[in-house]
C-alpha cells in the first residue's frame, strides 16, 4: 500500500483494521515472497497469564536488560537513570544516570543490553537521544558501585522529536543490532550511507560487523521506519516490529540487505524491490515497540494497542495473531523472556496514557 498519507506520531496512529498474517520467504534482497496462507491460529498456542508484579511506580520505562542472576536493569527514558530491579531486588533502585541523555518526545534514555561476557566484562550498552543526535555507548556496571562513564560507540543516528527507533540487543552471533528511526525525515530510510531508518550490526566495540552486506556499514537492512522490536527465533532468524505511519504497523522477518519500503510502501506492496511484512496490524491495534520469540511464538507488545499480540511462527510466516491483556494494563512497551517466562512492562507514564496507580510496572507473565 502506497504511503503519502498524513504523519502521526510513532507511538500511535488511526485505522480501524485488524491483524493480517502475510508471507515472506524469500532467499535475498529485491525478490518478492510470495503469500503463504496462515496456518494453525494462536489459540492453539499456550496462553500468557500475568502471574505477578515485579517492580512498580517506574518513570517511562522503555528498555530492560536481564543480568546473570536474573535480576534485570531498565532505563528511563524521560530521565536518563538505570534502575535495578527482579526477584534478588523486589524494591528498584537506581544505580546511576547515564550523562549527555535528553528527553524531547519520544527521545531520552531508549533502549539497554549487557554483554554475553558480562560476567567478566561487565559492560552495559545504551542506546540514547542527545542534543546532537542518537548513540550508542557502552558502560560498566558493577553491582554496588557507581555506573561507570560512557564510552561513544555510534554516533550520528538521526535524531528528532518522533522515530528515534532505539532498540538495542545481542544476537545468537555475538554481534549488537540496533534498530533505528528516520527521526521524521522519510528518505533517509532508502539512503544506504545514512543510520537513519535501519537495522544496525555492529561488533561489540561498535564497529560495522564482518559479514554484513554493505562494506564498511553497519548498515544490515534499510527501509525502515521505527524499529523498536528486535529477537531471534531457534534457528537464528532474526524478527522486527516496526510502526506504521496511519495504516499498517509491521512484523517483518528480516534479511541481509534487505529494503522493507519505507517511505514508499507502507504494509503489503505489490513492488517486487521490497520486503512485503508477514503480519500487519492497524496502527489503532498495535503501535508496536518491543517484541520477544518464546517457543518459537512472537509476543507484540502495542501502545497505543494496550494489548499483546501473540502470533506462532510457521516457517517463513506466522499463524493468525491473537490479542490478550486489551486495555487491561494500559499501554505496553517491552517484552522479554526471562528463563522461560515473560516480563511485559508497562508505558503509562510516557505522556500518551493515563497513569494509574503503581503505573509504571514491570509484570511476569507465564505460559498456560
Not at 138 to 152: A, F, H, I
Request: charged share 15%; glycine share 16%; hydrophobic share 35%.
Amino acid at each position: 500500500m502506497a504511503a503519502g498519507l498524513t504523519a502521526c506520531g510513532g507511538d500511535g496512529g488511526s485505522s480501524d483494521s485488524k491483524a493480517t498474517p502475510g508471507g515472506s520467504s524469500a532467499p535475498v534482497a529485491g525478490t518478492q515472497p510470495p503469500n503463504v496462507p496462515a496456518g494453525p491460529t494462536a489459540a492453539k498456542v499456550a496462553e500468557p497469564v500475568v502471574a505477578g508484579e515485579l517492580a512498580r511506580d517506574l518513570n517511562t520505562p522503555w528498555g530492560v536488560a536481564v543480568l546473570p542472576d536474573k535480576d534485570a536493569l531498565v532505563s528511563s527514558r524521560d530521565t536518563g537513570t538505570i534502575t535495578r530491579f527482579g526477584p534478588g531486588t523486589p524494591t528498584p533502585v537506581v544505580v546511576g544516570t547515564v550523562p549527555g541523555s535528553v528527553h524531547r518526545g519520544e527521545g531520552g534514555l531508549l533502549g539497554i543490553a549487557v554483554s554475553p561476557s558480562f560476567a567478566t566484562d561487565h559492560f552495559l550498552y545504551a542506546y540514547l537521544t542527545t542534543e546532537q543526535d542518537n548513540r550508542i555507548v557502552r558502560m560498566t556496571y558493577v553491582p554496588g558501585q557507581p555506573l561507570g562513564g560512557p564510552e561513544v560507540l555510534v554516533s550520528g543516528i538521526p535524531a528528532g522529536s518522533n522515530h528515534n527507533g532505539g532498540r538495542i540487543a545481542f544476537g545468537p552471533d555475538g554481534m549488537l543490532y540496533a534498530g533505528t528511526g528516520e527521526a521524521g525525515r522519510k528518505a533517509l530510510a532508502q539512503d544506504v550511507s545514512s543510520l537513519g531508518g535501519k537495522i544496525l550490526r555492529l561488533t561489540p566495540d561498535g564497529k560495522p560487523a564482518p559479514g554484513n552486506p554493505f562494506p564498511g556499514s553497519p548498515v544490515w537492512s534499510l527501509g525502515h521506519r521505527n524499529v523498536q522490536g528486535l529477537a531471534w527465533d531457534s534457528t537464528g532468524r532474526l524478527w522486527a516490529g516496526e510502526f506504521g505511519q496511519d495504516t499498517w504497523d509491521e512484523l517483518n522477518l528480516i534479511r541481509s540487505g534487505a529494503n522493507y519500503g519505507w517511505p514508499e510502501v507502507e504494509g503489503t506492496g505489490d513492488d517486487p524491490r521490497y520486503m512485503n511484512p508477514v503480519a500487519q496490524w492497524a496502527t489503532d491495534d498495535a503501535s508496536p515497540s518491543g517484541i520477544a520469540i518464546l517457543g518459537d511464538v512472537v509476543y507484540l507488545a502495542g501502545l497505543k494497542g494496550e494489548r499483546l499480540w501473540q502470533a506462532p511462527i510457521l516457517g517463513s510466516t506466522v499463524g493468525t495473531p491473537k490479542a490478550y491483556f486489551q486495555g487491561k494494563y494500559g499501554r505496553l512497551r517491552t517484552v522479554l523472556v526471562v528463563s522461560g517466562e515473560l516480563w511485559l512492562t508497562t508505558s503509562m507514564t510516557d505522556g500518551r496514557g493515563s497513569p494509574r496507580k503503581g503505573d509504571d510496572r514491570v509484570l511476569r507473565l507465564v505460559l498456560n
